[in-house]
């Protein structure tokens, strides 16, 4: 077995992300030079030979088994993206809900590697999620002001993460993203 698991931390309430994103800087956003995603170091080892995409998928699933080294060979995980439930851990990809080139784009770019590598690896705040693999794919690395949540009854939640997260790292957003964000907020 893993290490203890807990559930995915809860992101802050609509009130507090309404808050956040009012603080945050607005920057029309480019990419700057020198992107890689190796450059944020992920599925770092977190205890024995658990690296970090196998804690979130034990975190996030029911009733998982894992083998020796540590990899989720049985279980159920509910995708809250789509609504859609797996029985097969390959058929989930880890979300970073603020995508890595998003983050280089807002800001990760100055940052050190160890920066970019607890960003990467960030199971404190609501910043890793197992999702299906193909939402997970068809979102890429797109802001919500050009991607959204394909299931509305988690918008809310999805939105409240993205900020959280944003003002933690003191990432920057840009118009479009400010805007879809706080229509979503708005309604929560």
Same mark, same amino acid.
């Given at each position: 077995?893993?290490?203890? *698991?807990?559930?995915?931390?809860?992101?802050?309430?609509?009130?507090? #992300?309404?808050?956040?994103? #009012?603080?945050l800087?607005?920057?029309?956003?480019?990419?700057?030079?020198?992107?890689?995603? &190796? /450059? %944020?170091?992920?599925? &770092? &080892?977190?205890?024995?030979? @658990?690296d970090?995409?196998? *804690?979130?998928?034990?975190?996030?699933?029911?009733?998982?088994?894992?083998?020796?080294? @540590?990899?989720? *060979?049985?279980?159920?995980?509910?995708?809250?993206?789509?609504g859609?439930?797996?029985? =097969?851990?390959? =058929?989930?990809?880890?979300?970073?809900?603020?995508?890595?080139?998003?983050?280089?784009?807002?800001?990760?770019?100055?940052?050190?590697?160890?920066?970019?590598q607890g %960003?990467?690896?960030?199971?404190?705040?609501?910043?890793?999620? #197992?999702?299906?693999?193909?939402?997970?794919?068809? /979102?890429?690395?797109?802001?919500?002001?050009?991607?959204?949540?394909?299931?509305?009854?988690?918008?809310?939640?999805?939105?409240?993460?993205w900020?959280?997260? /944003? =003002?933690?790292?003191?990432?920057?957003?840009?118009?479009?993203? /400010?805007?879809?964000?706080?229509?979503?907020?708005?309604?929560?």
């Amino acid at each position: 077995m893993g290490p203890a *698991v807990r559930a995915m931390p809860n992101p802050v309430d609509a009130a507090t #992300a309404r808050g956040q994103l #009012a603080q945050l800087t607005v920057v029309e956003e480019v990419t700057p030079p020198g992107y890689s995603r &190796t /450059k %944020f170091p992920h599925w &770092t &080892t977190q205890a024995g030979t @658990c690296d970090t995409r196998e *804690v979130v998928l034990h975190r996030d699933g029911q009733d998982v088994t894992q083998n020796a080294a @540590c990899q989720a *060979v049985a279980g159920t995980w509910y995708s809250e993206y789509d609504g859609a439930t797996w029985p =097969d851990a390959s =058929d989930l990809d880890i979300d970073h809900v603020v995508p890595l080139k998003e983050a280089w784009r807002s800001g990760a770019d100055v940052w050190t590697t160890a920066q970019r590598q607890g %960003f990467a690896n960030d199971l404190t705040r609501p910043q890793l999620i #197992a999702v299906t693999d193909n939402i997970n794919q068809g /979102k890429g690395d797109k802001d919500p002001g050009k991607w959204m949540v394909p299931l509305a009854s988690y918008r809310c939640a999805h939105s409240r993460a993205w900020v959280q997260v /944003k =003002d933690y790292y003191n990432l920057s957003v840009d118009s479009a993203e /400010k805007a879809a964000l706080g229509g979503i907020l708005n309604s929560c």
